[in-house]
């Protein structure tokens, strides 16, 4: 049986090839977090060296560009659209499965609507917000 002294004094997390030791995961936190983002910010240092950018860098670029910047802006509202649809969902503690019998539609076609993988037409946004009870237009 082991002793307490040979157990480590201090209990370590591992990410990945980055290993961080804290005093106390659950009274210092804070220890943890300040290592690990020194750490990060090593790597994002290595990264930009060899040329790499973050995604906030390169959409930054990107919405310099005016067709770029069209095109984002006018799936906004349809973003806003499926995710006010999922929250009614969820707030109604349906399941996609439900929502779809009460929309008269099959579940995966629902999923492919929250996923944003179709463009539904008028008529199916229709029959979703009243399966869910909810107005499209305020």
């Known amino acids: 049986m082991a002793s307490l002294r040979s157990q480590p004094k201090y209990p370590c997390v591992n990410f990945g090839s980055?290993?961080?030791?804290?005093?106390s995961l659950q009274d210092n936190n804070t220890y943890v977090i300040l290592i690990f983002m020194?750490?990060?910010a090593k790597?994002?240092?290595?990264a930009r060296a060899l040329g790499y950018v973050t995604l906030d860098q390169m959409h930054r670029e990107l919405m310099k560009k005016k067709g770029f910047r069209d095109a984002y802006e006018s799936l906004e509202l349809e973003d806003r659209v499926i995710h006010a649809m999922i929250r009614a969902r969820i707030g109604k503690k349906l399941s996609q499965a439900q929502l779809a019998k009460k929309a008269n539609m099959h579940q995966s076609a629902v999923a492919r609507f929250e996923s944003g993988g179709s463009n539904p037409r008028l008529d199916t946004l229709v029959r979703v917000a009243t399966a869910l009870d909810v107005r499209l237009i305020k």
């Open 43 to 46: 790597i994002m240092k290595k």
């Open 18 to 23: 980055l290993t961080i030791a804290s005093a």
């Open 38 to 40: 020194t750490k990060q």
